[in-house]
């Protein structure tokens, strides 16, 4: 029977790791990353794209930040996901919050879409699991 050094390492104990590590966290922050740049590619292939918050759409410069905010927000977001910054527990449910609120007006002013209802449900299971994983932004430094 050959002798394999991964074999005295518990699951267990892997587990725990990722865990005090955060592993899960910084790999939301990659997505956030991941989702800020297809945002990003996205808006920029489809430049009349008006994006409704709060159940109303802007025009000129003022759309075009309202737009482009939405990436820089998940960049930003995510970054502070992958550092595990306390900044970005609070942006993160500032952001939640905002946004499931702006979207619930949009649908009340125009109309009931189930997949826009069932993504404010997934944010929402989400955003809980992230207030169950507070913790994990507390464990690095704020400077450096």
């Known amino acids: 029977m050959a ?5 005295d390492v518990e699951t267990k104990h892997l587990g725990s790791v990722f865990w005090k590590k955060a592993w899960d966290i910084r790999i939301f922050g990659i997505l956030l990353v991941v989702a800020g740049v297809f ?3 996205w808006i920029s292939a489809y430049p009349n794209y008006a994006l409704k918050v709060f159940g109303t759409t802007f025009e000129g ?19 502070g996901f992958w550092r595990q ?14 946004g499931c609120l702006s979207e619930v007006v ?4 125009g109309g009931f879409h189930s997949t826009r209802t069932t993504m404010i449900v997934i944010s929402l299971v989400f955003g809980s699991y992230i207030m169950l994983r507070r913790s994990a932004f507390h464990l690095s430094k704020e400077a450096g």
């Open 3 to 7: 002798i394999h050094p991964q074999d």
């Open 39 to 41: 945002d990003f590619l």
């Open 61 to 79: 410069v003022t759309g075009e930040i309202v737009k482009y905010q939405h990436p820089l927000i998940h960049v930003l977001l995510g970054y």
């Open 85 to 98: 910054r306390r900044w970005a527990f609070y942006g993160y449910l500032l952001y939640l919050a905002l």
């Open 106 to 109: 949009t649908q009340l002013m």
